[in-house]
């Protein structure tokens, strides 16, 4: 599954544990190039699940927020064992989402700040491009669906839209698991392949009006 | 620095990338508290795993609309023999109510006797 996203190139390195002690140990110090190596290790992660749980709204000063709680939670020692550092960051990443959610949730049950509600709600909407990215993988998917055979399609339907499980889905349609995998796989390479094939489709366009 | 994040990545909870499988279930909620941990460990220092959970995202988002509109515009097989055992059950109700009150106006009437 992993030659489809072209994953298997990308080799995971083996490193040894002792690498986030050395940082937690920096960081506990001050040392100002080790808080820089933290940030860099993490900012990146950090900005993918806040950006993905709360939207763009003051992402950078979100990030910074995290940032801080981490570099002085480190300091006064309460991370114990420094080997369970990404979970450390995890876990604070996901209570500052849950502190975001729950101070957005009463702002709206008080009425009181309706406008940083407000402000937020407007700005989940997507952009232009990410909307017509959106619209032209509805359009690749729509493709992919209507092409198959009508078995493929109600495995498609059943998994995707009626979210059945795997094991319900081969049970009342009578399919092996490697026949389930395998409609899916093929579903998502057809995809793939039409989504690339619009792509170079619309880079080959020659330039009009120029 | 680039080279810390590339050293990182190795420390990870799990020492791999995440599949399309894992991806699927993550994404529709169905991962199990332990397995969505590790996987956003390791999301949180793994571009290439991030990048796959976004295309995916997109992927899963659009086969959810494009099968919400099919399951509306035509029946799925599932939906066509359900409509079809509807249909028969109903048939052979109104089959039986019919011949129930034909027999009972046949023999209330006396043309039975």
Known sequence: MQAETGQDAEVVPVVKESSWSRLVDLVRAGDAAGIEELYEVFSTGVRFFLWRQIGPQDLDDKVHDVFLIITQSIQRGELREPDRLMGYVRTIVRRQVAAYIELAVRSRRNHRSAELLMGTLADRHPDPERTMIAQQSHEVAMRVLNGLPQRDREVLVRFYLQEQGAEQICRELNLTETQFRLIKSRAKARYGKLGQMRLSRRTNLPETGA | ?113
């Open chain 2, 1 to 113: 620095m680039g080279l810390a994040k590339a050293l990182y990545v190795g420390m990870s909870a799990i020492q791999r990338h995440m599949d399309m499988e894992e991806a699927e279930r993550y994404l529709m909620g169905w991962s199990p508290e332990e397995e969505a941990a590790v996987l956003e460990e390791h999301l949180l220092v793994c571009a290439s795993c991030r990048r796959h959970l976004s295309s995916t995202e997109l992927y899963v988002s659009s086969m959810s609309e494009a099968a919400a509109v099919s399951a509306r515009t035509r029946f799925t097989d599932y939906g066509n023999w359900q409509l079809l055992k509807l249909l028969a059950v109903a048939g052979s109700l109104a089959a039986l109510v019919l011949s129930g009150l034909l027999a009972a106006w046949y023999y209330g009437s006396g043309a039975g006797r």
